[in-house]
């Protein structure tokens, strides 16, 4: 069966301090993989897709970076966070057209 | 661009009762799939129904079903029999065809409250 996981499920770091998040998927192969962000109450913002290794498109621009190497692997990075960055971020994925798109469990950030 | 519209960002309803939940769309291609994923207070993201544009019934999965109206670019969800543990955030998505895999955008999201 197919699953994603990312980690950690939650984090504390100072402003200016760098950040990884990652996630992996399991049980299937050249997935289109996602990074969205979710401020409280608010709606999914997309910040990263990718739909192969080292095919990274980037929607807002800022201070995070994405990097996806190997095929079921999904990084989000930062050299410097900054207040603004604090959220919940969701990895996701699907394969193929139409079908179903599954969610990691989540990555709560503050930025103190 | 494909934009996506939920323009109720609360909605409440009460136990036993029916509630819909709109959500508009905007594109200009052809076939396209559209999802409505709900996201309790645990924020795990779960699928409630999916449509493929090119097929014209509405789809249904128990109490959930959709009006697919693909002129209109409308996707409304509604939920017969309203339990307690609807009770979440509700985000219509659109996922395009475009491309080799497709890319996906959602909506705002409609927070749901079912009253006892």
């Known amino acids: 069966s197919q699953t994603i996981h990312q980690w950690p499920a939650t984090l504390v770091q100072p402003v200016g301090s760098p950040l990884s998040l990652e996630c992996t998927v399991e049980?299937?192969?050249?997935?289109?993989l996602y990074w969205y962000r979710q401020a409280a109450g608010r709606g999914l913002q997309l910040l990263f897709y990718?739909?192969?290794?080292?095919?990274i498109s980037s929607e807002v621009p800022q201070n995070l970076s994405a990097s996806r190497p190997q095929d079921r692997q999904f990084i989000l990075s930062s050299k410097k966070l900054l207040l603004s960055d604090s959220g919940f971020y969701l990895c996701?994925?699907?394969?193929?057209?139409?079908?179903?798109?599954?969610f990691g469990e989540g990555s709560w950030l503050t930025v103190v | 661009a494909q934009t996506v519209t939920q323009s109720q960002p609360e909605m409440s309803v009460q136990e036993a009762e029916t509630v819909t939940l709109s959500c508009t769309y905007d594109?200009?291609?052809?076939?396209?799939?559209l999802f409505w994923y709900k996201q309790p207070p645990s924020r795990q993201m779960i699928l409630v129904i999916r449509?493929?544009?090119?097929?014209?019934q509405n789809a249904t999965e128990n109490r959930f079903s959709v009006n697919f109206q693909k002129a209109a670019k409308s996707f409304s969800l509604k939920i017969s029999d309203s339990q307690l543990g609807d009770t979440a955030m509700y985000f219509c998505a659109f996922m395009s065809s475009w491309g080799s895999q497709g890319n996906l955008i959602f909506g705002k999201g409609t927070k749901l409250s079912v009253k006892p």
């Open positions: 449509q493929e544009a090119y097929k014209q």
């Open positions: 594109t200009s291609e052809n076939n396209y799939y």
């Open positions: 996701a994925f699907h394969r193929g057209l139409g079908n179903t798109i599954y």
């Open positions: 049980g299937t192969s050249n997935p289109n």
């Open positions: 990718s739909v192969g290794i080292g095919q």
